[in-house]
């Protein structure tokens, strides 16, 4: 099960080829402790030396329900490192795409520990995102990375995800009720300038949680196809 994992990830996710040849032994010791939890499918687990004694805070990682027994969201949590996580703000990372998973932002962006694509070589974060903040990693739509779906039909738009997110976002406040007031920010790049803001409307439409909402930011974000694709490209390639 384990090497089929991994299989899924470079045939799926492309960009996890770099990492994975590069870095095997450790990526391997990655994909076998998340398998873990994969298999277990509970809602909260913290996991243990996820990163082979490079990181020994707190993380969590499991399954959150969306309201469509077909589908489990998979997340990893990283908590802040400060003195007083519950106190930090809550960042929610939905990264882009469309279908990209969330955790290639955590192993070669802005995660604790981090692979440089070059090297393939894992190395501490100084500069990452939950040294001062706490942050949630959200996979989604249901189908991408170590999420569920069970659907013999697998069907993917907008409406789809954003309201299965607001929904497994919920079931995270559930888990870990003591972050439920801090103050909560939705980011993303790419394909997440379509992403989020559905998401922002499906949570003040569906959600039955009050959270702190302060704010969403959008890196790179990529808002039609035309606009930014086939009016962009000549100025671009110029």
Known sequence: SNIQLVFNYQSV???YTTIINKNMVLYKHIIILLSLVVFSTQTKKKVDDLFNGLYD???YSGYLETGNPNHQLFYIFTPSQSDT???APLILWLHGGPGCSAIES?????????TDKFS???HVNEFSWNKEYNVLYLESPAGVGYTINTDEKKTYNEQISSTESVYALGKFFEEFPEYKDVDFYISGF??????IPFFVKAFYEQSEYTVNLKGLFIGNGYTSYEGDMEKAMVHMGY
């Open 106 to 114: 955590l192993l070669i962006e802005m995660g604790p520990v981090v």
């Open 85 to 87: 996580p519950t106190t």
């Open 190 to 195: 790419s394909y997440s300038g379509i992403n």
């Open 13 to 15: 996710n492309y960009c």
């Open 57 to 59: 805070k707190d993380i």
């Open 120 to 122: 393939g070589k894992f």
